[in-house]
């Protein structure tokens, strides 16, 4: 059976349907029908788009602050990228020997060979050593090429021999 033949046959059972109701009863029929399509419509599609807009204004406050702290950080992002790279601090024995006075440690030996640094520390602190190295990065372009690190009993205490190597600019 096509649909053309369905929907004729679905509208004369309808009309048969609607014919032997009476008048009364056709009123309270067709309100119920209009309950439903308006029950249908608002559960479909008025009560989502309202629940939707609530969840966005709650939100908004948040996205707004978010938004604001994006601007700063590209204003920030651009004022740094026209500003010229801070002069690369050469490698020197004095240099990486301040560099440990700083962080409280003490080297058995710093020995310089071309690019490359080594350094013994005998009894040192770990996070004293971790500080140092991070300070050596970020301030000389530093970076552990080896590194060969014995825990001893101590809390905290290690002996370490680390390789590092400067980085450069070109």
């Known amino acids: 059976m096509n649909l053309t033949g369905l929907l004729n046959q679905s509208r004369q059972s309808f009309s048969e ?11 309270m029929l067709a309100v119920a029908a ?10 479909l599609l008025i009560d989502p788009a309202l629940a939707g807009r609530d969840r966005l204004n709650k939100n908004l406050p948040e996205l707004r602050q978010q938004v604001a702290q994006l601007q700063a950080l590209a204003k920030e992002a651009a004022a740094l ?4 790279a801070a002069p690369l601090i050469a490698m020197s024995k004095e240099t990486i020997e301040a560099a440990l006075a700083r962080n409280g440690l003490k080297p058995q030996s710093v020995m310089l ?5 080594k350094v013994q520390l ?5 996070a004293g050593t971790l500080n140092w190295l991070d300070d050596m990065q970020k301030t000389a372009l530093l970076s552990m090429v080896d ?21 450069r600019n070109d």
């Open 17 to 27: 349907f609607w014919a032997v109701r009476d008048a009364r009863e056709r009123a």
């Open 34 to 43: 209009l309950v439903v399509i308006f029950g249908l419509a608002y559960a």
């Open 81 to 84: 990228s026209g500003k010229p």
């Open 113 to 117: 060979t071309g690019d490359f640094a």
């Open 122 to 126: 005998a009894a040192v602190s770990f």
């Open 147 to 167: 590194a060969n690190i014995v825990v001893l009993p101590q809390p905290d205490m290690v002996n370490a021999t680390i390789t590092l190597r400067q980085q």
